[in-house]
């Protein structure tokens, strides 16, 4: 039974909880840390409560620590608990910056522990089906990939949690925190590192906030495969977020949590994501942290299996900078 704490008790930490709870034998939920005394109330009946979580991890000696904090406070809280020798399960994204995001994927290995990251929808069903068919070669070589994310961010979404709308504590805005999925997921079906990025990002909501709520890239991987990205928190409503993998002999699209395959023979449905079994959190949020949950747990308890590491999610922080760079420089951003 592994002895589990959670730092950071907002938006999306009933997920975590939900999901640990189910585990059921395999662990246990001992404790969980806010500095808000207040979210004390979303603890499972009976879980200590800690607003210092260097205290939480000095007391509990944990065997692995959720981390569900703001962006600013991620590479810090996974490198003091992997220095407490705590295994860790962190959010995305990895760190504020692709600088800091080296940093954290060096913790592993010097603290022997293992991090998994919240990279959750390359665990969804239509990803998965996609990859093996894109691995298989069956439809052709990959020619192009179009990613987009239509989604509105009111500004009560910025005044409820200041850090989203300042730079410095949340690293940027649409790119880091709504699209990072989506773009993940590109650079993870191109099957290839990127190349170079040339991009733009814009305010063009007026909430007085310092991070972009706008978008738009155009990327070129090693291996040939071109992709354009577009991504908005400025649309009327959330729009379901479009994956689209173009091959010599058929195009595959995800959408809806739906893989569709266009061909020559018309439009066919290959694989629909699983209902989520636990009924919490936002539809945004995705399928998936339940099963990558379990995943990781599995790989802690049985030294065997696949999980998220911070080195899997370095690509996709360095082409959020990379975006940013090529914003302000104006200038094709080669890695
Ligand atoms: N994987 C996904 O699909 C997904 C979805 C939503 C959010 N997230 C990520 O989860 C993280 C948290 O997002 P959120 O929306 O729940 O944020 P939030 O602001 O709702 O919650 C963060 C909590 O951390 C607490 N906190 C701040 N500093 C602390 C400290 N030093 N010690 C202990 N607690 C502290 C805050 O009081 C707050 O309750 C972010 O990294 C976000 O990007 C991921």
């Not at 939920?29 to 800690?50: M, N, Q, V, W």
């Not at 080296?102 to 998965?128: G, M």
């Not at 994956?243 to 195009?251: G, Y």
């Not at 996709?316 to 975006?323: E, L, N, Q």
Request: aromatic share 8%.
């Amino acid at each position: 039974m592994l002895k589990t704490v959670i730092i950071g008790l907002g938006d999306i930490s009933p997920v975590h909880i939900a999901a640990i709870t189910s585990l059921q034998d395999k662990a246990v939920l001992a404790a969980g840390c806010d500095t808000d005394e207040g979210r004390k109330a979303s603890l499972p009946p009976g879980t200590a409560f800690y607003a210092d979580y260097k205290e939480m991890l000095r007391q509990e000696k944990p065997d692995v620590v959720h981390i569900c904090l703001p962006h600013y406070l991620h590479y810090q809280a996974a490198r003091d608990a992997a220095e407490a020798g705590c295994n860790v399960f962190a959010e995305k994204p990895l760190a504020l910056n692709y600088r800091d995001g080296l940093e954290y994927a060096k913790l592993e290995a010097a603290n022997q522990v293992k991090i998994c990251i919240c990279l959750q929808n390359r665990r969804n069903k239509t990803s998965e089906k996609l990859m093996e068919l894109l691995k298989s070669g069956e439809a052709g070589p990959i020619s192009g990939i179009h990613g987009t994310v239509a989604w509105k961010r009111s500004k009560a979404y910025y005044d409820a949690k200041s850090w989203r709308g300042i730079m410095s504590l949340a690293g940027g805005g649409c790119m880091i925190n709504q699209a990072l999925h989506t773009m993940d997921l590109m650079y993870y079906f191109a099957g290839s590192p990127i190349k170079s990025v040339k991009g733009t990002i814009a305010q063009i909501l007026d909430y007085g906030i310092e991070v972009e709520d706008t978008a738009a890239a155009r990327i070129e991987f090693e291996n040939g495969v071109t992709g354009l990205f577009t991504g908005s928190v400025a649309n009327s409503r959330d729009e379901a977020v479009e994956i689209e993998v173009s091959c010599e002999k058929a195009t595959f699209t995800i959408r809806n949590q739906t893989l569709y395959r266009r061909d020559q023979g018309g439009e066919t449905i290959l694989a629909r994501d699983d209902v989520p079994a636990l009924a919490v959190g936002k539809a945004v949020y995705g399928n998936s942290h339940q099963k990558l949950i379990a995943q990781f747990y599995q790989v802690l308890q049985t030294g065997s299996g696949d999980y998220i590491r911070p080195q899997d999610a370095l690509m996709v922080t360095r082409f959020i900078d990379a975006v940013r760079e090529s914003s302000e420089t104006g200038k094709t951003i080669r890695f």
